[in-house]
């Protein structure tokens, strides 16, 4: 099984970039087909996909944060980061790396998630 570990810091000020990490053990970020998001949760609104990027490198973005957001990996340390830039408090949530094995498959292994709060 999966597993996923996002890291980071919990406060970041306003207009600073967000920058966290998700750790994969049990997978590899080049497996066949499958896709490693990082998604959102505001507090008291569901679920937001931010991007993804795919088992070849390639990447994707939610057209609302596509001018602030960079997704990049690592694959030697088996380690995807994502970055947000320009934040404000309305970028405060919990975030989620996720993995799906397609596209269009349903997330299939999530990290626990870690709240990151926008505030001076």
């Known amino acids: 099984q999966v597993q996923l570990q996002e890291s980071g810091p919990g406060l970041v000020k306003p207009s600073q970039t967000l920058s966290l990490t998700c750790t994969v053990s049990g997978g590899s970020l080049t497996t066949n087909n499958y896709y490693w998001s990082w998604i959102r949760q505001p507090p008291g609104k569901g679920l937001e996909w931010i991007g993804h990027?795919?088992?070849?490198?390639?990447?994707w973005y939610s057209p609302s944060l596509e001018s602030r957001t960079s997704i990049s990996r690592d694959t030697s340390k088996n380690q995807f980061t994502l970055q947000l830039a320009s934040v404000t408090p309305e970028d405060t949530a919990v975030y989620y790396c996720?993995?799906?094995?397609?596209?269009?498959?349903?997330?299939?292994?999530w990290g626990q998630g870690t709240q990151v709060t926008v505030s001076s």
């Open positions: 996720v993995t799906a094995p397609g596209i269009t498959s349903a997330w299939h292994d």
């Open positions: 990027i795919s088992y070849s490198g390639r990447t």
